[in-house]
């Protein structure tokens, strides 16, 4: 669905909303606002790249879990649930509209010391107040629900089988950047350039585009993914946004396991879990620093040192496991403290961010999306309060304190 690979040149002069970036982040706020029946502006899309080929969209594992210790991002992922286990319904029951399955195979995480294990159950209290299916698991527990696991070294584990697990969430960006089209939403294959404030500097007036236009703004929101510091910077503003470079591998058992496996995390840092006929792991580098935007190349020996060898040690049945497909992409990292960063600019009032997810993003994209088209049609939040994830706290030194990062 790259119809608006063909257009490059915007409809108008000006815009009431202009969103940087239409991947899943940018599309999700334009299809949630043009849904809205009590907006009725005019919306551009810009993307520099409609075939998203090097987009954190396209190199997502699509998970989606419930596992937080902030309660705000659990209720974040509770509705991205709903969302997904509804996903007709909120399209406006359009019979074109597929059913998205949420695989609920669950994340296990394996506690290898007590501090760790103490974590986890403090957490499981918070899931469970917030009506999550979180149960914490002794070894012997673990054991006998998923035999395959070498369990010497852990000491607790943490899983919930309730709307946790994978979805396919291409499917979901591809109708949001469909119907978002249908609903007057203008998609451009473009970049933007540069910005000008007003002369008080409290906003953007207008953007100007690679290929020469200027267009006047109302608003206008930051939804360019790793890119993000570059489009803030436009409008005068540092945000602590970063790539950093995380890898996902694709293998083929010769031994298959006779269940499915929990998107499992390893104390090595490596996860896995099932994914339709084969499996999937990904892992972070052990040194993490940020990379270039156009750095895409992969480390064969992070497979071979450091992926494959947490596998086998966890579960021996991989002991024999062929690599089918690997690729490394990109999250939109928040150096500052891994938490997502949305609404308004302290001092420049009309430039919204919805960054730095930190590898959340596909899961938090419904709860988010629908939170800006909330601040841009009322001036407030009205269905999550998303304030703890404002710009201020990094004006503040703040940090938003969640200790579930992957």
């Not at 760790?116 to 403090?122: G, I, N, Q, T």
């Not at 006929?277 to 580098?285: E, F, R, T």
């Not at 088209?373 to 503040?396: H, K, N, Q, W």
Request: glycine share 8%; with cysteine.
């Amino acid at each position: 669905m790259n119809d608006d690979a063909n257009q490059t040149i915007p409809k108008k002069s000006s815009y009431d909303v202009v969103i940087v970036g239409g991947a899943m982040l940018g599309s999700s706020v334009a299809w949630f606002l043009s849904s809205n029946k009590d907006f009725g502006g005019s919306i551009l899309v810009v993307e520099k790249d409609p075939t998203y080929e090097f987009a954190s969209t396209s190199h997502t594992n699509s998970c989606m879990r419930q596992q937080f210790s902030a309660e705000i991002n659990v209720r974040i992922s509770q509705f991205a649930a709903d969302f997904v286990k509804n996903f007709r319904d909120y399209m406006g029951s359009d019979a074109r509209v597929p059913d998205i399955p949420l695989h609920s195979h669950g994340y296990m995480y394996l506690a290898d010391n007590e501090e760790f294990a103490a974590v986890l159950r403090e957490n499981q209290k918070l899931q469970t107040a917030c009506g999550a299916g979180t149960k914490i698991m002794s070894p012997e527990d673990i054991g006998r629900d998923y035999p395959f696991y070498n369990l010497d070294d852990i000491v607790a584990g943490s899983i919930n089988l309730v709307d946790e697990g994978y979805f396919d969430g291409n499917t979901l960006f591809d109708w949001w950047k469909r119907s978002a089209r249908e609903q007057g939403v203008d998609y451009i294959a473009n970049e933007v350039v540069t910005m000008s404030r007003s002369g008080n500097g409290r906003k953007v007036e207008n953007i100007t585009l690679k290929s020469g236009e200027t267009i006047a703004c109302g608003t206008v929101v930051n939804a360019s993914g790793p890119r993000a510091v570059l489009t803030s910077r436009m409008a005068g503003i540092e945000i602590p946004v970063e790539p950093r470079k995380r890898y996902t591998f694709i293998f083929d058992a010769e031994t298959p396991l006779d269940r499915d496996l929990p998107l499992t995390i390893d104390p090595s840092g490596v996860h896995m879990r099932t994914d339709g006929a084969y499996y999937l792991a990904g892992c972070p580098p052990d040194e993490d620093p940020a990379v270039a935007y156009d750095d895409f190349v992969q480390d064969h020996d992070i497979w071979e040192t450091k992926a494959w060898p947490a596998i086998a040690t966890r579960i021996p049945q991989f002991e024999a496991i062929k690599l089918i497909n690997s690729w490394a992409g990109h999250y939109a990292f928040n150096a500052f403290d891994q938490n997502a960063i949305i609404g308004p600019h302290t001092e420049v009032e009309n430039f919204l961010f919805v960054n730095g997810f930190s590898g959340h993003g596909f899961q938090q994209s419904p709860a988010m999306g629908r939170g800006i088209s909330e601040l841009i049609a009322y001036g407030e939040y009205r269905s999550l309060d998303l304030t703890p994830f404002s710009f201020a706290r990094i004006e503040e030194g703040r940090p938003f304190v969640e200790k579930a990062v992957i």
